[in-house]
């Protein structure tokens, strides 16, 4: 709205221009950051192992965590902590 001469108070001159996009610099850099670290600890999460009932060896496997599939039946030892997506049995 500044830069329409008829109704701006500074003459048509963006004011708030480069603080705004200061802002919205910094903002989009801590975001990112944040994002960078969630991707990172997802990574370091899936990467973890966790053994797997295999229907056709009829014992359990291991396997990393990004590698279950809906239906796999999950051995969840004692402190491991379960995802909020797995239903307990």
Not at 33 to 43: L, T
Not at 55 to 67: A, G, Q, S
């Given at each position: 709205m500044q830069t329409v001469k008829s109704i701006?108070?500074?003459?048509?001159?963006?004011?708030?221009?480069?603080?705004?996009?200061?802002?919205?610099?910094?903002?989009?850099a801590k975001d990112a950051?944040?994002?960078?670290?969630?991707?990172?600890?997802?990574?370091e999460e899936n990467d973890r192992d966790v053994e797997v009932y295999d229907?056709?060896?009829?014992?359990?496997?291991?396997?990393?965590?990004?590698?279950i599939r809906v239906g796999n039946i999950v051995k969840v030892n004692e402190g491991e902590m379960i995802p909020a997506d797995m239903i307990t049995l």
């Open positions: 701006s108070i500074s003459n048509g001159t963006p004011a708030m221009a480069f603080p705004l996009t200061v802002i919205i610099l910094i903002s989009m950051y944040e994002d960078r670290k969630r991707h990172v600890a997802d990574a229907n056709t060896l009829k014992k359990f496997v291991t396997k990393m965590w990004r590698e």
